[in-house]
């Protein structure tokens, strides 16, 4: 069975870090958690309309407390057992790049072409693989620029879910496929600066103009707006230079990035030497 | 170099530990407002035919029309929406009949009630029961402008930003605390409104002030055994006896709650200390940095 | 503790980082000036007199990110206003926005007490900023790298050939640039740009598969012995406290279920996750080389962390409303005793560790504590 999968090219998509049930459960769990911690002021509303004082206010706290450690536990599950040295190099070298590429971006235009690297290797590489790669791309980064804040485990979440769905795109090949690449890494780079910044709404407009700030205890459809409001008088105009300049650099690059990719996971060879099957026919 | 090896285990063991008690301590230290069921705050209310309806929107982003009655109640409330509103009735002929309307202002009536003194945070009374009146904002004013309009407002800061804190000073210092709730349904109940024609006149209320007075009248009629479903589900206040006739501690008006505002100041002697202990670390910051360069 | 241990050996990292989260907490609980301000001093305090030699630009960095953060709510109060009504301070040309916007409103009277709310807010974030900061400068995150529990060790060493190689990846690609160059290629815009990228992309990959067959060589990936009971009694751990985890989270949500049920479920869910993850999973012996050591004035260093933390907790009790100074009326903000006290306490720390090191000094023993991990990557 093995053989036959190695020796044809008929598997097309490597898969450098095996997704088991536990780590899938972990994930899961991990990110309702996360969308809960990004989403709080338009979920955590309850029924105690106007004074829900001590439950916003210590809700940012719970969720900067449990969220990295729930990360952790995914990492560990995804690692036990589901990466080999083959991906544990890739990985750093792929964080390494993707790291050295945030660093050279940070400028006031706002394109950063971290998804540059990251859409194609998600989806080369498979969803764990892109997972993880998002997360230590950001973890790495945040190192050498020591900027290690409480922010980070929510930078980690988002930019690990847009390495994860870019490992569940479609199968498409060719001129298709890289054109769906651009075109999720334009709607990735959108979502990703309307959740990261969706972190610290809360505590950056706490008592300014409540037209655009978070108000304790309005409905979610009145936090929309008032986000929404504070998403465009801010920050739309750098997101959207993000996602042109992710899709435009995928169009430019991608094919050959992909094609590099994959001649690396070839020589890799991850989905063929754990279970030593050829090994024992031999002997 | 000879502890290379020693104690790799345990060190890690300790970083944990310490780990995890951190995690204990802030979650402790944050969860110890959640077990509180209710919170002492004043809130915000609009009549809506008669009847009192709590406020969907803040006073910031409510925008009054003419002829239109707000309510402000201090109280624990235990579940807001369906908490305690101001005891007077919301009669706009009562507050503004006899004021003219005038072009470009809106008149908006207000009550505001301070609460019963077993609501009142450790140490202070209400300084009365409840006072209403009209007022004139500018068309277009917020709410906000109306309780602004009416009294001397304390804004919080923070993550208490924008929330009204106190109104003429009332709570001093604290911010919708969050409080736990006795058994007891003292502070749920309705206390037998008043009459409202009494009570509801613009500037004409009862006086005699009497802050020292623990057992406020307001207090000893909240005791009384008054049915808490009817806390929870009407939040009109029924006109009923009038016990408001006995009352010894004189409710405010709202020219006197304009002016209260200015309390008496003293020399800030912890702003000064302060501001010193500031410079002097922040001076020794830059001399440590400088002292480091050299 | 002796004077020699005093003065010879960098603290735990991690005790700096508890040093430095909880005067960040503190930070979280008051919107006074006075204590933010002090707050910040005392951090700034402890780096310039204890900084570790790796990372020292970072303070800076967080110092520059809180002054934008203030600057930020200046303006934006400036323009979009919350509070109109006070003493006026400036009066600035109104523009009315259609009324999707919601009432937003640009421009307008500028108040007092408008910007000093702003002011407060703004300082509050500022000095979570700067503790975080002081965090990275007074023990480098990197450090923090080597304490990992042993069922984050595969991706500890992946962040490890991360951080080795990506200096590598710099001269890489200015290797590339320069040969582009000599080829009389243009080194500058969008094009060239792809045309270094990718060889330094080929080049990387060929080096993670050499590098992924050294560390096979060398038995990389060596699995632990535990028992299959143990190896499901963790699982089952694992599986347990993330089912909590969910439960909790959907009873957050659930705006009818009390939340009283909801916070202990996801703590504790969230400890028993980790705590199997962490201390039950595979046992394998790892040494390590010079670890860093928890001794009692480390402890010390988490208490005088903590003491603030624990002062404005007291403030709130016996000051109430002076960790939260009003601006509506303005007001001179009261000084919580008890929040002054801790920091003071909190600055006792400046005086422990390693004493400041002169440059060269510093340069000598970086090598040592930080790169040593990353030989794996070489």
Redesign the interface.
Known sequence: MTTTALATPAVRRPVAIAVRW?ST??LT?AS??GL?AFGWPF?????????D???T??AP??FA??LP??L??V???L???G????A??????????G??LRTVSIDATGVSPVFF?LLPAGRVLGRGFGF?LGM??L??S?????????WLPFQMLATGWVGLFAGCLPPLRGRAEVAMLAAYGAVAGLAYGALTNLWFWP???????????Y?????WL?EL??YA?FYV?TSVGWDLSRAIGNA??VL??GR??LL??R??AR??AFNSPVTFVPAKRVG | MTTARRRAGPTQARVAAVTLATLVIMVALAGRAHAATAYRYWAYYVAQANTWQFSQRGPATEYPVDGEVQGWRFAIQTEAGKGLAPRALPDFAKMCGSTPATAGQLRVGIVIDFGVGADAPTGEHPPGTEVSGCVHVAEGGSGADVLRAAAAVRIGTGADGGLVCGIDGYPANECATAVTTKPTPTSNAIPTPKATPTTTPLLTSPAKATASTPNTPAAASSSAPAPPVAAASSPVPTSASAPSIARTSRPPTLASLRTAANRTDHFPVGAVVGAALVVAVGAGASWRARARRR | MSSRERTNRQLHPGAWWAWSLALGATATRTTNPLVLLLLMAAAGFTVSARRSPVGTRSFGFFVRLGLFVLAFRLVFETVFGAERSGNVLVHLPEVPLPTWAGGLHLGGAVTAQGMLAATYGGLQLAALLVCVGSANALASPRRLLRAVPGALYEAGVAVTVAMSFAPQLVTAAVRVRRARRLRGRSATGVRSWVGIALPVLEDALERSIELAAAMDARGFGRRGTASPGRRRLVAGSVVTGLVAVAVATYELLDATSPTIVGLPLLVSGTAIACAAVFFGGRDVARTKYRPDQWQAVEWLVVVAGLAPLAGVMLAGRLQPGSLHPTTYPLAVPALPWPAVLGIVLALIPAWFGTPQLPAAQAIAVRPARVAEPAKVGR
């Open positions: 536990r459960f972990a769990v309702l958690f809960l979920l955590l509303h309850g029924t105690s309309a106007n004074v004082a001590a439950h206010t210590d706290w719970i407390i449990v450690l729930l952790l536990v990492l560990a599950e690692a036990d057992g990466m080999d040295a083959k544990i190099a890739l990985l750093g070298v792929l964080a390494a790049c790291a050295a690297l993880v230590l791309t973890f790495g945040a190192l050498l620029t020591g900027g290690v804040g409480p505590f950056e407009t706490s008592g300014l103009s409540p037209q655009i700030s108000v304790r205890g309005a409905s009145v707006h008032h409001s008088a435009v650099l430019l690059a050959t990035v590099a990719l001649r690396a020589r890799a």
